[in-house]
């Protein structure tokens, strides 16, 4: 069951996407 709302997801989403974009632009 999912207790996350859309929203909760979209920063979840965004938030991973910058940290792995965070850590390729460190590399």
């Known amino acids: 069951v999912w207790k ?3 929203c909760d997801l979209c920063e ?3 938030n991973s996407v910058y ?3 965070f850590s390729h ?3």
């Open 4 to 6: 996350l709302s859309s």
């Open 12 to 14: 979840i989403a965004r």
């Open 19 to 21: 940290q792995s974009g």
């Open 25 to 27: 632009a460190l590399k």
